[in-house]
């Protein structure tokens, strides 16, 4: 059974991204760039886990992950030097990234599940 994974970022490349490197028979991986959308789906659907960028367009990540009332666990992506995790997030990862290293702690997760 796949580990079911959201990411939320504005760059749409970085979606696209994301989306090719860890689709895959192990993670369902779902992507979005607006918060709202990302919001109703997490809400209704309870992902395993959910990525969300610190800057987004009309909002930032923590204003996201408090909105979000799901069980999920959330992961901070940012770039920002200066940002201390919010306590409605899991854990944090820092801009740049590598995708094998978060494709290696999603499968670490979802052996955990």
């Not at 504005?10 to 779902?30: A, G, W």
Request: net charge negative.
């Amino acid at each position: 059974m796949p580990i079911n994974v959201v990411y939320l970022d504005d760059e749409e490349v970085l979606c696209q991204m994301f989306k090719e490197y860890l689709q895959s028979d192990e993670i369902n991986l779902t992507v979005f760039t607006d918060e709202e959308p990302a919001i109703a789906f997490c809400n209704n659907t309870n992902p395993d886990l959910i990525f969300i960028d610190y800057r987004l367009k009309k909002s930032n990540g923590f204003d996201v992950a408090k909105i979000i009332t799901s069980s999920s666990k959330k992961i901070l992506i940012t770039g920002e030097l200066d940002v201390t995790m919010d306590m409605c997030f899991d854990n944090k990862i820092e801009k740049p990234y590598r995708l094998s290293a978060i494709k290696e702690f999603i499968l670490e997760t979802a052996a955990m599940k």
